[in-house]
């Protein structure tokens, strides 16, 4: 971390090398949030009440500069993709060719990989910061029209946008651009992309086969972008206060602030922004507020539950930006922490998993439509104290025919669940077989298995 | 014959000037749809097939992809009760029962009486509030089975 106020103040008080140790230095200044900061305001969704708080200062230092300029500064910042894969956003637009137009920009607002409630937020409370990063993100790439593709279940998020935008227009702010709200009908797999960007169009959320990306064939068969909400609502704050101050925040490879969803076994679920970097314990111990009394960890999944998960004794000390989580055995994804306590039976929650991507495969490719749905079906006969010894092996086989031979990256998120908890934590599937029962029933907090 | 309000038909107007095909308006038009019939059914779809001059059968395959589309009418109140695992693991599960339980239903169900539809649903977005349901699109988040009732009571 480059600057000293994000430190943690335990590992300033060394003392240093044949010197006097030195003087207690006073804790650093609390993290102010620079995503989340409207939140909790009074009318935060409001036109004037965003204007009084600095809204759109940002766009108009954007707007002053050239859209290759405006590209540069945000690969200057190190901003990367906010949806799950990390990919660095100024190289994501750079790839848009300027001989083909019309120009794309589609905001992702179809947040559903379980564990996932960030978007949602920023959405319904701060509709304007949205907007903001869009006109900034469709100046860069030259696109007239964008369209937020919105989950259809967030129905006050989607009236939101629209008398936000509604507000925008009016006091000019849209220029010429036209940005438009497209609301889904509920499946998880248009949050994919090119799945989104079919349904975009119109039809079933089918993911395309890449190539061609989207920034070459994307939405009505021209160049697009697609970033998801938290992305684009970085870059009001990097215009507006320069990409040196952004770089102070985070890590060297993982710069900026990053909302963390917490849930499950905490006293204080919720959104946590924090720079990038962030120790896991300080967000568990201190923002979540800790387990419950007489409470240990016992597991935690760190990107939302299509990313591995991590025993308690592998998430000791770690930090939560990309790297660090991938160096432990998972991905940081969605940063939708989803944390298990001691007294959870980790076959019941692989269960709901599992049944969730079943439910969720959109059908195409076979090994991920009969494999998930067979995942579910073993696991829920173990659950059930029906298991047969073969069936880890069974269900790890079936894991290796599904992920890296399919269409979308659907079939990872279905493989990589059954696989790290099946590798992870093999006595509890193991018990579940050998005694017909879970060792832990009636006692479990368990998951739900329905 | 099903036939939009001319209300509705000029948001539909409204929603074709938004995109570059007549195709791309086929969500936006099945929710104006759901929102004037209540349910989309084969009627609808043809109905919404003839504004859009595409094939029924493009319609349909869209409607049967979508969660959010009923094909059977449905309750006064939806209810959907997230299961996913962040709010399992916060006690979707005995929610669940206990709604169950209070209307009278399984999910996947209707009242006879037609109050209530319950849906199982995936998870919502809402998981730091979890256990959550929607009741007509309308967030309620860390429900209790008290909570849930005092919910009930306030709906006709
Ligand atoms: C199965 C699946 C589900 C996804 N769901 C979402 C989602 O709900 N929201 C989202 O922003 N990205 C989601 N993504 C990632 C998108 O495909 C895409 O990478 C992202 O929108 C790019 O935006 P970014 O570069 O700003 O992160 C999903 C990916 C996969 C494979
Ligand atoms: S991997 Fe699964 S979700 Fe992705 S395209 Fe294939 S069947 Fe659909
Ligand atoms: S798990 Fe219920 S809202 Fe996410």
Same mark, same amino acid.
């Given at each position: 971390?480059?600057?000293?106020?994000?430190?943690?103040?335990?590992?300033?008080?060394?003392?240093?090398?044949?010197?006097?140790?030195?003087?207690?230095?006073?804790?650093?200044?609390?993290?102010?949030?620079?995503?989340?900061?409207?939140?909790?305001?009074?009318?935060?969704?409001?036109?004037?009440?965003?204007?009084?708080?600095?809204?759109?200062?940002?766009?108009?230092?954007?707007?002053?500069?050239? @859209?290759?300029?405006?590209?540069?500064?945000?690969?200057?910042?190190?901003?990367?993709?906010? =949806?799950?894969?990390?990919?660095?956003?100024?190289?994501?637009?750079?790839?848009?060719?300027?001989?083909?137009?019309?120009?794309?920009?589609?905001?992702?607002?179809?947040?559903?990989?379980?564990?996932?409630?960030?978007?949602?937020?920023?959405?319904?409370?701060?509709?304007?910061?949205?907007?903001?990063?869009?006109?900034?993100?469709?100046?860069?790439?030259?696109?007239?029209?964008?369209?937020?593709?919105?989950?259809?279940?967030?129905?006050?998020?989607?009236?939101?946008?629209?008398?936000?935008?509604?507000?925008?227009?009016?006091?000019?702010?849209?220029?010429?651009?036209?940005?438009?709200?497209?609301?889904?009908?509920?499946?998880?797999?248009?949050?994919?992309?090119?799945?989104?960007?079919?349904?975009?169009? %119109?039809?079933?959320?089918?993911?395309?086969?890449?190539?061609?990306?989207?920034?070459?064939?994307?939405?009505?068969?021209?160049?697009?972008?697609?970033?998801?909400?938290?992305?684009?609502?970085?870059?009001?704050?990097?215009?507006?206060?320069?990409?040196?101050?952004?770089?102070?925040?985070?890590?060297?490879?993982?710069?900026?602030? &990053?909302?963390?969803?917490?849930?499950?076994?905490?006293?204080?679920?919720?959104?946590?922004?924090?720079?990038?970097?962030?120790?896991?314990?300080?967000?568990?111990?201190?923002?979540?507020?800790?387990?419950?009394? =007489?409470?240990?960890?016992?597991?935690?999944?760190?990107?939302?539950?299509?990313?591995?998960? #991590?025993?308690?004794?592998?998430?000791?000390?770690?930090?939560? *930006?990309?790297?660090?989580?991938?160096?432990?055995?998972?991905?940081?994804?969605?940063?939708?922490?989803?944390?298990?306590?001691?007294?959870?039976?980790?076959?019941?929650?692989?269960?709901?998993?599992?049944?969730?991507?079943?439910?969720?495969?959109?059908?195409?490719?076979?090994?991920?439509?009969?494999?998930?749905?067979? #995942?579910?079906?073993?696991? %829920?006969?173990?659950?059930?104290?029906?298991?047969?010894?073969?069936? #880890?092996? #069974?269900?790890? *086989?079936?894991?290796?025919?599904?992920?890296?031979?399919?269409?979308?990256?659907?079939?990872?998120?279905?493989?990589?669940?059954?696989?790290? /908890?099946?590798?992870?934590?093999?006595? *509890?599937?193991?018990?579940?077989?050998?005694?017909?029962?879970?060792?832990?029933?009636?006692?479990?907090?368990?998951?739900?298995?329905? | 014959?099903?036939?939009?309000?001319?209300?509705?038909?000029?948001? /539909?107007?409204?929603?074709?000037?938004?995109?570059?095909?007549?195709?791309?308006?086929?969500?936006?038009?099945?929710?104006?749809?759901?929102?004037?019939?209540?349910?989309?059914?084969?009627?609808?779809?043809?109905?919404?097939?003839?504004?859009?001059?595409?094939?029924?059968?493009?319609?349909?395959?869209?409607?049967?992809?979508?969660?959010? /589309?009923?094909?059977?009418?449905?309750?006064?109140?939806?209810?959907?009760?997230?299961?996913?695992? @962040?709010?399992?693991?916060?006690?979707?599960?005995?929610?669940?029962?206990?709604?169950?339980?209070?209307? %009278?239903?399984?999910?996947?169900?209707?009242?006879?009486?037609?109050? /209530?539809?319950?849906? &199982?649903?995936?998870?919502?977005?809402?998981?730091?509030?979890?256990?959550?349901?929607?009741?007509?699109? *309308?967030?309620?988040?860390?429900?209790? @089975?008290? &909570?849930?009732?005092?919910?009930?009571?306030?709906?006709?």
């Amino acid at each position: 971390m480059p600057d000293a106020p994000l430190e943690h103040p335990d590992q300033r008080r060394q003392p240093r090398e044949g010197g006097e140790p030195p003087a207690p230095v006073p804790p650093p200044p609390a993290y102010e949030p620079i995503l989340l900061r409207n939140i909790g305001i009074p009318d935060s969704h409001l036109l004037k009440t965003a204007l009084s708080r600095g809204a759109y200062q940002g766009l108009k230092k954007a707007q002053a500069m050239a @859209p290759e300029a405006v590209i540069e500064e945000v690969k200057k910042s190190g901003l990367r993709g906010r =949806g799950g894969a990390g990919f660095p956003t100024g190289n994501k637009w750079s790839f848009v060719p300027k001989d083909k137009w019309p120009h794309y920009l589609i905001v992702n607002a179809d947040e559903s990989e379980p564990g996932t409630f960030k978007d949602r937020a920023l959405i319904e409370n701060d509709p304007h910061l949205l907007i903001e990063g869009t006109l900034i993100g469709a100046h860069a790439l030259g696109a007239e029209v964008s369209y937020i593709y919105i989950r259809g279940e967030m129905v006050l998020g989607a009236k939101r946008l629209e008398a936000a935008l509604a507000e925008a227009r009016a006091a000019g702010l849209l220029g010429n651009r036209q940005i438009h709200v497209h609301r889904g009908a509920g499946a998880y797999i248009c949050g994919e992309e090119t799945g989104l960007l079919e349904s975009l169009e %119109g039809k079933r959320g089918y993911p395309r086969l890449k190539p061609p990306f989207p920034a070459l064939v994307g939405a009505f068969g021209k160049p697009t972008v697609v970033n998801n909400v938290e992305t684009l609502a970085n870059l009001p704050a990097i215009f507006d206060k320069g990409v040196a101050w952004y770089r102070t925040i985070g890590t060297e490879k993982s710069p900026g602030p &990053k909302i963390f969803c917490v849930s499950g076994h905490v006293r204080r679920p919720g959104n946590y922004e924090k720079p990038l970097g962030y120790p896991l314990e300080k967000l568990i111990y201190e923002d979540a507020g800790g387990l419950r009394p =007489g409470r240990t960890l016992k597991a935690l999944i760190p990107g939302g539950s299509s990313m591995p998960v #991590l025993r308690a004794d592998e998430v000791q000390g770690l930090t939560m *930006d990309y790297e660090a989580v991938q160096a432990r055995g998972s991905l940081l994804g969605s940063a939708g922490v989803i944390v298990m306590d001691d007294s959870t039976c980790m076959v019941r929650c692989l269960l709901n998993i599992s049944r969730f991507y079943a439910h969720e495969s959109c059908g195409q490719c076979t090994p991920c439509r009969e494999g998930s749905t067979w #995942l579910a079906k073993i696991l %829920g006969r173990i659950e059930a104290g029906q298991g047969e010894g073969g069936d #880890l092996e #069974l269900l790890l *086989d079936i894991c290796d025919n599904i992920a890296g031979k399919t269409i979308c990256p659907f079939g990872e998120a279905t493989a990589w669940p059954v696989q790290s /908890f099946v590798k992870r934590f093999r006595d *509890d599937f193991a018990a579940h077989i050998t005694q017909h029962r879970c060792p832990q029933r009636p006692a479990a907090v368990a998951a739900s298995a329905r | 014959m099903a036939a939009f309000s001319p209300q509705a038909l000029a948001e /539909f107007q409204l929603i074709l000037g938004r995109y570059p095909t007549k195709r791309a308006a086929t969500l936006p038009t099945l929710h104006l749809a759901q929102r004037e019939f209540g349910w989309i059914s084969p009627e609808v779809m043809a109905y919404v097939a003839g504004l859009l001059e595409l094939p029924p059968i493009k319609v349909y395959e869209v409607v049967t992809f979508y969660t959010m /589309f009923h094909q059977k009418p449905v309750g006064r109140h939806v209810i959907e009760a997230c299961a996913t695992l @962040p709010c399992a693991l916060n006690g979707a599960e005995a929610l669940l029962e206990h709604v169950e339980k209070r209307i %009278g239903i399984r999910a996947g169900e209707t009242t006879k009486d037609g109050r /209530f539809t319950l849906k &199982k649903a995936e998870c919502m977005a809402a998981c730091g509030g979890g256990p959550c349901l929607q009741v007509n699109g *309308d967030y309620h988040e860390g429900m209790t @089975p008290e &909570k849930f009732d005092r919910l009930v009571a306030e709906l006709a």
